[in-house]
């Protein structure tokens, strides 16, 4: 039997009704079942219970008997959570942190992506469950308490901090190991480009369309955790798609922390596609996206793409400029969509049609593998060849090239 969540959304930020649904989308998510919402208004945040002893008690008769979960659509302190249990009845009390660190634990694949929501939900949780080692142990496993693999969040203060310490290690040697991968593939000169956007708004799904990935797609909140990367020919050139986490309002800095260094390394790409949900809040996702990524320093360029383009809700919007329209789903818009990211790439590579005497051949087999190879003929007295040469390797061809086109 699945989990029932009963939320309580304070109605400050003027987005108050998008966060309740969203908190809706993140409980099913999360595998548990929306039981009603309570609707706050927070003047001043109580030191207590933060809604007030008013609301607090208005609410434990409001669930009073019910098998309920309270969600708060916030972030609370690790004593505010404490107290509002207790005025609660002795209700599980969760906040907005603690659930998507729950989704995120159910998604993690990556041994490094478990290793770093368990490391957020010890640092986050466990200081919410103290005192409540008897509590803990009563909740066991359900939502808002599940560890990642085979560890499960413990209640031993000693042990806690010692698994926080081998965390913390083992994270640090993959990070490093990451960083040579990427170091080397900047050294190959290989161009990456990542799919960055609003949770649920495609991206995994465009990775699957463009290479052939199997990437898990679903309609769910925070269907990746982890970064998968593909390669994908455009013109013969080789271009790295990384798909990422998705963003989302709100997103509580803690999480951001977590996983700022996967993040952070599939940001350094050298382009960015911005996918949003075009028969959705597109305007709304493409704020919190460009926001999360200005708090990154995020400064590579980036196009944005209007997914969903089969929806009706798409077919008159008006979208920003340069926008480009696809369906990742029907696979409409994705010429165009290459054509552009090849486009806004330009400047790292010439087109060029090159003329290789016979007598030259042996030379020129050296330098063939630097290049991207179109069309080719072999004429009389040499091979005329149609190609796109890394700006970097430009030089090397210059004996050759009959047209810069
Ligand atoms: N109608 C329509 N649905 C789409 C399209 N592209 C993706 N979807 C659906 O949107 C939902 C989310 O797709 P995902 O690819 O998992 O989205 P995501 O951006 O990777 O989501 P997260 O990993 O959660 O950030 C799935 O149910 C997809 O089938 C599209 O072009 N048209
Ligand atoms: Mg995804």
């Known amino acids: ?153 413990e209640t031993d203060r000693r042990h806690i901090r010692a698994r926080i310490h081998t965390l913390e290690e083992r994270l640090k040697e993959t990070e490093l190991r990451r960083k040579h991968l990427s170091e080397r593939r900047k050294k190959d000169g290989v161009i990456t480009v990542a799919l960055v956007g609003y949770t649920n708004t495609g991206k995994s799904t465009l990775l699957n369309t463009l290479t052939g990935a199997d990437v898990f797609t679903k309609d769910a909140l925070f269907a990746t955790l982890d970064p998968t990367a593909r390669t994908l020919k455009i013109e013969n050139v080789p271009f790295l798609f990384v798909d990422t986490v998705g963003f989302l309002q709100d997103l509580p800095h803690h999480l951001i922390e977590a996983f700022k260094s996967t993040l952070e390394s599939a940001l350094d790409c050298d382009l960015a596609l911005i996918v949003c949900d075009g028969s959705g809040e597109y305007e709304r996702q493409l704020k919190t996206t460009l926001d999360t990524l200005k708090d990154m320093d995020f400064r590579s360029p980036y196009l944005v793409v209007m997914n969903k383009c089969d929806l009706p809700a798409c077919s008159d919007a008006p979208f920003p400029k340069g926008a480009i329209c696809i369906s990742a789903k029907e696979k409409r818009g994705l010429d165009a969509l290459k054509a552009a990211v090849f486009d806004a790439m330009k400047e790292h590579f010439v087109r060029a049609e090159l003329f290789i005497p016979y007598e030259k051949s042996a030379e020129f087999r050296t330098l063939r593998p630097l290049l991207y190879e179109g069309k080719n003929e072999y004429l009389d007295d040499g091979e005329s060849l149609s190609a796109v040469i890394p700006i970097i390797y430009a030089d090397k061809f210059k004996e050759f090239v009959r047209k810069s086109l």
Do not use: C, H
């Open 1 to 153: 039997m699945s989990e029932n969540v009963y939320i309580i959304q304070p109605i400050e930020s003027p987005d108050y009704k998008i966060l309740q649904a969203e908190a809706v989308s993140l409980i099913e998510s999360a595998g548990a079942e929306y039981a009603g919402t309570i609707y706050q208004k927070i003047r001043e945040v109580d030191p207590a219970t933060y809604i007030g002893e008013g609301k607090a008690q208005e609410l434990a008769e409001r669930l009073d008997g019910l098998d309920v979960t309270v969600l708060f659509n916030g972030e609370l302190s690790p004593s505010k959570t404490q107290n509002l249990s207790a005025a609660l009845g002795g209700k599980k009390v969760i906040d907005r942190t603690t659930l998507i660190l729950d989704i995120f634990a159910l998604r993690a694949e990556s041994s490094e992506g478990k290793l770093q929501v368990e490391l957020a939900q010890l640092k986050y949780l466990y200081p919410r469950l103290k005192g409540k080692g008897e509590a803990l142990s009563r909740l066991g496993g359900g939502i808002g308490t599940r560890g990642p693999g085979e560890t499960k969040l």
